[in-house]
């Protein structure tokens, strides 16, 4: 499944995540830097749907993603925003992994 290898490559490792560990898949990142990037390329288009600082998206009832799997998934899907927004723009593996830590860290807290 494309998706899936997609996902694999997506983020590091970091082994306590339960499932996600079992699936493979290992979450860590560079917070920082996710923060500059999600600054950068994902504030804006949250700001502008749902106003404030944009985080309302995180923190709304009911959220969307409610496990880490769902967070990883949906980051797959952002790309797609991200694409709309500036075909020129691209994230790869890495710098989504450091967004999630980031929005991991400060919204979800998942791990
Ligand atoms: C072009 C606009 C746009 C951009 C760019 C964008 N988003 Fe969003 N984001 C949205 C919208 C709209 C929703 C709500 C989607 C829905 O409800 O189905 C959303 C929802 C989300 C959710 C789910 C929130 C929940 O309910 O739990 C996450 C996570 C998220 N965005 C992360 C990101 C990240 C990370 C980036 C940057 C890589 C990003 N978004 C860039 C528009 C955008």
């Known amino acids: 499944m494309l998706i899936r290898k997609k ?3 997506l983020v590091f490792l970091m ?18 830097a996710g923060q500059r990037l999600h600054q950068a390329r994902c504030s804006g288009c949250h700001v502008q749907q749902f106003g404030g600082d944009g985080s309302g998206v995180y923190l709304r009832t009911p959220r969307r993603v409610t496990n880490v ?14 694409r ?3 075909p020129n723009l691209q994230l790869d593996e890495i710098q989504m992994g450091n967004i999630i830590a980031y929005i991991n860290k400060y919204y979800y807290h998942f791990y």
């Open 84 to 86: 709309k927004m500036d």
């Open 69 to 82: 799997q769902e967070l990883v998934a949906f980051a797959n899907r952002l790309q797609h925003f991200n």
């Open 7 to 9: 996902l694999t490559f």
């Open 15 to 32: 082994p306590f995540v339960g499932n996600v560990a079992a699936s493979g898949l290992h979450l860590s990142g560079d917070i920082a």
